[in-house]
């Protein structure tokens, strides 16, 4: 019996797909949705409580974990597997936009990005060969090729100065992703290349095409969801999808509001992560079968009903909205953490629902109803 | 068969005593701890999971519950059982010692306390009539009686004006009992009186003889544990406990210390609550089976081992100190919960070591073995 290879589709239902992702650390079932654990845990959420919401995939971010405790101590402990309890795939993220979002006196050049750590005020840089080692070290189940993001005043449209800074930045992606490739030490980790080119349809789709010539086993969306209009978006997915090859799997990075997984699906993306579930959680924001609930709201302080009566969680089937309006409202740490289970099993579970829809040929109508 | 009594003992051990409180949410094994839910929650750990460490009771602070979201809520809510999901017994404070430490402007007088809330700047009284009413409507299955506090710097040596305040406070903590005493209107909640007297020994022991004489479903210690020395504070529990019937219960309120619990279970202390499992946690300091572990220190940084190799909590069972450590250091929610689910499984542990102990007519050579 031969291997499985890294990725297979078990179904279609127009341009989206359902499949699964093999990983030397368990099976993916696609689409999926990657809780975020920043510094190796899900905010206030435990691994076993991770497994009964339905997670098959966390991501780590690659940065916050260097700065602290540093990826050698982490490697020393058994990988992330080892160090956090979660023994199922890890997904990794290069460490570029959060250094590029955090980080001071940014330099980015040809060698990598060059910044000073708010934690220590030590000059440090990272390059596409350190992201690799350090996402190695980490044990990730699957890595990503260090990126250059879009200026986030940039436009994308053709001819002006943002546009050209959007294109260059774009090439950049794609030399470092060579380097990456190149850098690779352990054959343990996948690793996905990731299309950028900001808003500009032809950029993403020159990306993609360039990038699926040096070929990964799977390609990343980034740049997105940074204000641009969610039915842009889907155009820019498409567009770039129709250049990457369709055996791979193709992951959209940092997305989480339900409908708008929903339409990346739609366009035949199979992967996500966000901190929305999370941090919407904390805030006292739910998901739920019939839209948002902002639980903090005075409306809900004798409101004995479930949370969402249709879902299935642990939440749910215990507390009362009056009882996490209450603990959000003196802010009890149970409060956040029993909304954000919810709000992950709420996302998880939309996403099995997704996988079901395609299987049966019925994608769209499910989509429509989520709305 | 006729009801059980309230409280049974089933072994005996010199002055310790094992035993079982009856309620109609629950047995209480004793000598029992109750783990401290403030708000209604204990901090960040589900009620399953206070299930799964043992916990029997939890004591919820009515004055904050009083507060935010108040009886009438809580009531209509199903009481704390309804409300929070703990469907075991509740322990109720009465409020005093909370209004006394946290409000402003605090007038005492023979009516009860005055103070204005420093939640919405409004004057409200708490008379022992009230804090009865506010426990029924909480749903209490343990309640206790008003009680006023000695003053914090009184020394309660005889003849100086701090002893006298002492006396006074006392004197008045019994009439107020009496008043608790008449105000009950449900059969529900069992009402435990409270010894008062400071530091003094002739004090307590006819604070103790008093409140015995009024009759009560069980007995508190209170007042202290804000400073005495523990060597002192045995004998001051031994002196008021010869005066308290030997076949109701007997509360220390607000003691956590492994030892200082298992040196009051010596002098025949049956039930104990205090907020320094949780608070110990949220800190990183662990109770382990080799002293105290402040996993914040850096010496933990790289340490895989178990938080407590002897210890069979799910903390210990899935995680290291290393990861703690971390935790902990990057305010990961998740470390300050696993840290309390630990203490909590440790000092509800020591305390079914103990009951063993003293059904084994070993309990002295135990505590010994625990400094």
Redesign the interface.
Same mark, same amino acid.
């Given at each position: 019996m031969s291997a499985p290879p890294f990725f297979d589709i078990t179904a279609r239902d127009a341009a989206a797909r359902a499949g699964r992702i093999h990983t030397r650390n368990g099976v993916i079932e696609t689409p999926a949705f990657a809780p975020v654990a920043t510094?190796? %845990? /899900?905010?206030? /959420? %435990?691994? +076993?409580e991770l497994g009964a919401v339905g997670a098959q995939i966390l991501l780590a971010n690659t940065y916050?974990l260097h700065e602290?405790?540093g990826e050698a &101590?982490i490697e020393?402990? *058994?990988g992330l597997h080892g160090?956090?309890?979660w023994r199922g795939p890890w997904l990794t993220d290069s460490g570029g936009f959060q250094v590029t979002s955090m980080a001071d006196r940014l330099v980015i050049d040809e060698d990598g990005v060059t910044f000073t750590s708010p934690l220590d005020g030590v000059r440090r840089q990272l390059t596409p060969e350190r992201a690799i080692a350090v996402q190695e070290a980490l044990g990730a189940d699957i890595a990503m090729a260090l990126d250059e993001c879009r200026p986030a005043d940039a436009s994308g449209e053709a001819g002006d100065s943002a546009s050209l800074r959007v294109r260059a930045a774009m090439e950049r992606t794609l030399r470092w992703a060579e380097r990456c490739r190149a850098a690779r030490r352990c054959d343990t980790s996948a690793l996905f290349g990731i299309v950028q080119g900001g808003v500009s349809e032809p950029l993403r789709r020159d990306s993609a095409r360039a990038t699926a010539e040096l070929g990964f086993d799977g390609y990343a969306h980034g740049g997105l969801g940074l204000g641009e209009d969610p039915e842009r978006r889907c155009g820019l997915l498409a567009a770039a999808n129709a250049e990457l090859p369709d055996a791979l799997p193709r992951y959209l990075m940092g997305i989480g509001p339900p409908a708008e997984i929903l339409d990346a699906v739609a366009a035949g993306v199979d992967l996500f992560d966000c901190v929305i579930p999370t941090r919407h959680g904390r805030h006292g924001v739910l998901f739920t079968s019939r839209g948002l609930l902002k639980l903090r709201n005075a409306r809900f302080?004798?409101d *004995?009903g479930p949370p969402d009566p249709d879902c299935d969680c $642990?939440t749910c089937a215990?507390?009362?909205r $009056?009882?996490l309006?209450? !603990?959000l #409202? /003196?802010n +009890?740490? !149970? *409060? %956040? #953490? &029993?909304a954000s289970v919810h709000n992950l099993r709420f996302t998880l579970g939309l996403l099995e629902e997704a996988r079901r829809a395609i299987a049966a040929g019925r994608f769209d109508a499910f989509r429509r109803g989520v709305r």
């Open positions: 510094f190796g %845990a /899900v905010r206030g /959420v %435990a691994p +076993e916050h602290r405790p &101590l020393a402990q *058994g160090f956090t309890g302080r004798d *004995g $642990a215990r507390h009362s $009056a009882y309006h209450h !603990l #409202r /003196v +009890e740490a !149970l *409060g %956040a #953490r &029993l």
